[in-house]
C-alpha cells in the first residue's frame, strides 16, 4: 500500500513571541520542529507499513530549510520525501496551500497510486485545520477527520475511530482516502541508527512551481483570499481575588458562594428552599 504524509515544518511555537511595534511573529533564532500533529501522522504511516506492506511518501510544502525536516522524518522509517519549495508559492493561504499540495499528491497518484494520505489535525503556527480537508475534497477522496485510532483497514477500505465533542465515532471510508490525526493515536518511536545513517545521507527532491501543471492565479498571494489584518497576544491573566479565611472559614466559603452565583458559575436548583418548582 502507498502512503502519504504531508508534513510541515512549523516554528516551535513554545518559543515564539510576538513583536509588539510590528505585531508580527518573531520567529528569529526560533528552532523549527515537524508540527506535532504530522509526525503522529508520519508514525501511523509507517506502522501501517509495517503491518500490511508498502510504502512511505512524504510531501512538505516550505523554503529550503524544510529538508530539515524531511530528513529528520526520514530517520523515522519513511522511503521518499518531496519537497515543494518555489517563491511562486511564498504567502499561500491555506486554500492555496491545500491546492499546491494536492497537485503534488495527484502527480504522485499517477506514477505510485496512493491509498492514504495523511494529515496532521492542524499545524501548530496556523492552527486553521483547513488544509487536509481541502486536499481531500480537491482529490475526491473521502475524508476522515481526528482520528484518534485506526482500527482496520484492508484493500478497498479503512475504518477509524474519531474524536468528537460527545465521545467517539467509528467511521469507515473506502480507498484511496484521507485521514487528519490526533495526537493520541499513537505513541512516537525513536530513530533506529540504521535510519538514521540513511537519513543523513537523503537528499530530499525539490519540486518547483515549473515541475508541475500549476495555475498561477491559485498559489501564492495572488491565489490567497485571506488576508491577516492583526496579530495580537491575548490579555495576560489579572492577578484574581483572594478569599482569607483564617479567620472565617464560613464566613469565606458563603462569600464565595455568592461570587460564584453572582457570575452564574453555580445556580441554585428551582427545587431547593426558597426556589420556585
Ligand atoms: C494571507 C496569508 C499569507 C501567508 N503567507 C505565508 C507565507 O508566506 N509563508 C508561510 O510559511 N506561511 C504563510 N501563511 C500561513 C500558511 O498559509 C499556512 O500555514 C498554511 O496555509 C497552512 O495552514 P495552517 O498552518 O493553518 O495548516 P492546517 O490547515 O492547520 O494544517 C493541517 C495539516 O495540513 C498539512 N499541512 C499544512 N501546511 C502544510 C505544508 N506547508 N506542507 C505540508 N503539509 C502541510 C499538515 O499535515 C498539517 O498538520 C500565510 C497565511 C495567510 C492567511
Known amino acids: 500500500m502507498h502512503f502519504v504524509v504531508c508534513l510541515k ?147 478497498v477500505s479503512v475504518t477509524v475511530e474519531r474524536k468528537t465533542e460527545g465521545g467517539r465515532e467509528v467511521a469507515k471510508a473506502q480507498l484511496p482516502a484521507l485521514i487528519t490525526v490526533e495526537k493520541e493515536l499513537n505513541e512516537l518511536r525513536y530513530a533506529t541508527l540504521p535510519n538514521m545513517m540513511k537519513a543523513a545521507a537523503y537528499e530530499p527532491e525539490v519540486w518547483q512551481a515549473k515541475s508541475l501543471p500549476y495555475d498561477s492565479s491559485h498559489m501564492g498571494l495572488k491565489g490567497s483570499p485571506t488576508s491577516v489584518s492583526r496579530i495580537f497576544p491575548p490579555p495576560g491573566r489579572t492577578g484574581g481575588e483572594q478569599l482569607d479565611a483564617t479567620n472565617d472559614p464560613k464566613g469565606a466559603v458563603a462569600n464565595l458562594v455568592e461570587k460564584l452565583f453572582q457570575q452564574n458559575i453555580i445556580m441554585q436548583h428551582p427545587l431547593a428552599k426558597g426556589g420556585e418548582a
Open 9 to 155: 515544518q512549523v516554528p516551535d511555537t513554545s518559543e515564539v513571541r510576538i513583536d509588539p511595534n510590528t505585531n508580527t511573529l518573531m520567529r528569529e533564532g526560533v528552532p523549527s520542529i515537524i508540527n506535532p500533529y504530522d509526525a503522529h501522522a508520519l508514525e501511523e504511516a509507517i506502522r501501517l507499513k509495517e503491518k500490511v506492506g508498502g510504502k512511505v511518501t512524504i510531501i512538505s510544502m516550505g523554503p529550503p530549510q524544510a529538508k530539515e525536516a524531511l530528513k529528520k522524518a526520514m530517520s523515522f522509517g519513511a522511503d521518499r520525501a518531496i519537497l515543494l519549495s518555489d517563491r511562486a508559492f511564498a504567502g499561500s493561504d491555506s486554500l492555496a496551500t491545500a491546492y499546491i499540495l494536492t497537485v503534488a499528491i495527484q502527480k504522485v497518484h499517477e506514477s505510485e497510486p496512493i491509498d492514504i494520505v495523511f494529515t496532521g489535525k492542524e499545524a501548530i503556527d496556523g492552527d486553521t485545520a483547513q488544509t487536509g480537508p481541502g486536499i481531500a475534497q480537491r482529490l475526491g477522496f473521502p475524508q476522515l477527520t481526528y482520528a484518534i485510532k485506526i482500527r482496520n483497514i484492508d484493500d
